[in-house]
């Protein structure tokens, strides 16, 4: 049977998704899916193990990372896909999204601390499977502690971008990002667009007038996230750059529970195999590896 679609946004155990990247894979095979990315938070660690799955599945498979650069003050997304083995530029890079998150994390619990909920460093990294930590970890500790009821409500009450003991992370510019993941030979897509601060379409238009000289690819056109009218918006904004269509559905397993590999929220993401032939043709062109 034919496969027509295919899923380039996806997080496994490596970062904060639930699935281990070998059950992503033979889930993303399962259902059918002609091709799936492994894309986790400021990690590559997982894609070996799925590359392998893969093999034995019968699925076209793309190592991937996302990053978190900041972009006017705004933490924005970056998709890498076709990452090779790191460079000595990208594993250095990789320790310091670690080390930066690390003293977030410190800072967090700190003003956790003060404020009279304190969870510890050990019972934070105990909650990872050895990626990287972040505030996913810390909301579980919280809820573990009964702090919270749930994830969400420590995020909305505490550690949230409006929560009382929220703390920035110190992140590389957007441009930077780019640049380092382009010196990979990857290829480089602007995670879901509509998810940032105010969005609409005048911010968008701006924000990629000024991204795509600095190198961008690809616009994540399809996610979870969007409406259909805001897939409108993208694809015509990608038109207007001169960018290839990207999308995923940014499966995290249970800790996003609803939303699906492949389909995403109740369906909404249906993502044509063609996107992913685009990105082959654009690839083979500039002699870049597949
Ligand atoms: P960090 O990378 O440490 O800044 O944490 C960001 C991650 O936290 C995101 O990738 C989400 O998976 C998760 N997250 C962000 N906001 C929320 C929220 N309101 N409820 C639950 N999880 C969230
Ligand atoms: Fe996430
Ligand atoms: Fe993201
Ligand atoms: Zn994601």
Not at 20 to 25: D, H, I, Q, R, S
Not at 30 to 54: K, M, N, S, Y
Not at 199 to 227: C, F, I, W
């Amino acid at each position: 049977m034919k496969r027509y679609f295919i899923d380039l946004h996806t997080h496994s155990t490596a970062s904060d998704g639930t699935d281990n990247p070998a059950t992503l894979v033979r889930r993303a095979a399962a259902q059918g899916l002609a091709a799936v990315a492994l894309t986790d938070h400021d990690c590559i660690d997982g894609l070996d193990e799925a590359a392998a799955e893969a093999a034995r599945c019968g699925i076209r498979f793309i190592r991937g990372i996302e990053i978190a650069a900041n972009y006017d003050n705004e933490e924005v997304h970056l998709l890498g896909l076709w990452m090779p083995d790191p460079s000595a530029a990208m594993q250095q890079a990789l320790k310091r999204m670690r080390s930066n998150r690390k003293e977030r994390n410190d800072r967090i619990l700190d003003a956790l601390e003060r404020i009279g909920l304190p969870v510890s460093a050990e019972e934070v990294c105990s909650l990872s499977s050895g990626g990287p930590v972040g505030r996913p970890h810390i909301a579980l500790a919280m809820k573990n502690r009964g702090y919270v009821h749930n994830r969400r409500e420590a995020f909305i009450r505490y550690i949230g971008n409006e929560g009382r003991a929220f703390v920035p992370r110190v992140l590389m510019d957007a441009e930077e990002g780019i640049a380092l993941l382009r010196g990979e030979g990857a290829l480089v897509a602007l995670a879901h667009p509509c998810l940032y601060r105010n969005m609409n379409r005048q911010k968008l238009d701006r924000m990629l007038e000024n991204l795509a000289p600095q190198g961008l690819h690809a616009l994540e056109v399809y996610h979870s996230s969007h409406t259909q009218e805001q897939v409108r918006i993208c694809v015509s904004l990608a038109d207007k750059y001169g960018l290839l269509l990207s999308g995923g559905s940014d499966y995290h397993g249970r800790n996003k529970a609803n939303i699906n590999l492949g389909t995403g929220l109740r369906g909404n993401v249906r993502v044509p195999l063609y996107v992913l032939e685009k990105m082959e043709a654009f690839r083979r062109e500039k002699g870049l590896l597949l």
